[in-house]
């Protein structure tokens, strides 16, 4: 069973902080995605991430795949109180024929 | 381009009754997967769908089972309700590797 750890679970900090969100694993993936997910709604994809050592920025946001394949981070530079969610790592170890394996996410609020 | 929909918004039912959950795809899409989500929690995979065949299964009981029809929607159907199915069932749909997730279905087993 293929297990993805997050770290941390909740993460409240100020507006204008930085922050790290990790994703840690065992096993290997062909791919990994970062999610947000707001309360009520579905996840939406933030990134996928596919070479060992990919680095890949969105905005604010930077992403990470391991060397090994086997764990990712988000970094946030600057927080914003839109920031506020449900980030959810996903691995997918069967090049998108299998269902993937989600973490249990980090809930991060940004204060104003 | 419409995303992924699903049907209905929520929906509440009692112990040992039946359901039937339904998801329309992205545009383009074939592949069709569908996920319980327990509050606090991230998304178990179900199960997932292409040529209208089961192509994967994740861990749940036989009590869960789908459909997917020639134009690509599918139906997730759960037998026998159990109090613990309560929870937000998503389903993504995909061309290859992204998934993209409709907004969900809240069930509430009472």
């Known amino acids: 069973t293929q297990l993805l750890e997050q770290s941390p679970q909740f993460l409240s900090i100020q507006e204008g902080e930085n922050l790290t969100v990790y994703c840690n694993s065992s096993?290997?993936?062909?791919?990994l995605q970062w999610y947000r997910q707001e309360p009520g709604e579905g996840p939406v994809l933030l990134v996928t991430?596919?070479?060992?050592?990919e680095v890949k920025k969105l905005k604010r946001l930077t992403f990470q795949f391991g060397d090994a394949r086997k764990d990712s981070s988000l970094h946030i530079t600057a927080a914003q109180p839109g920031d506020t969610g449900l980030y959810l790592c996903?691995?997918?170890?069967?090049?998108?024929?299998?269902?993937?394996?989600f973490g249990k996410g980090t809930h991060l609020i940004i204060q104003p | 381009d419409a995303g992924v929909t699903q049907s209905p918004t929520h929906l509440i039912k009692t112990r040992g009754q039946q359901v039937t959950l339904r998801c329309s795809p992205k545009?383009?899409?074939?592949?069709v997967s569908w996920y319980q989500q327990a509050l606090g929690q991230g998304p178990q995979f179900i199960f997932q769908?292409?040529?209208?065949?089961?192509?994967q299964r994740g861990n749940f009981p036989d009590r869960f089972s789908g459909h997917q029809f020639p134009n690509y929607s599918s139906e997730l159907n759960v037998n026998a309700l159990l109090l613990g199915d309560s929870a937000l069932y998503l389903c993504?749909?995909?061309?290859?590797?992204?998934?993209?997730f409709g907004p969900g279905t809240r069930l509430t087993v009472l």
């Open positions: 993504a749909s995909s061309l290859a590797q992204a998934q993209y």
């Open positions: 096993s290997v993936f062909s791919s």
């Open positions: 769908y292409y040529e209208e065949e089961e192509r």
């Open positions: 545009s383009g899409h074939d592949t």
């Open positions: 991430v596919v070479t060992g050592g």
């Open positions: 996903a691995g997918d170890t069967g090049g998108g024929a299998d269902g993937l394996t």
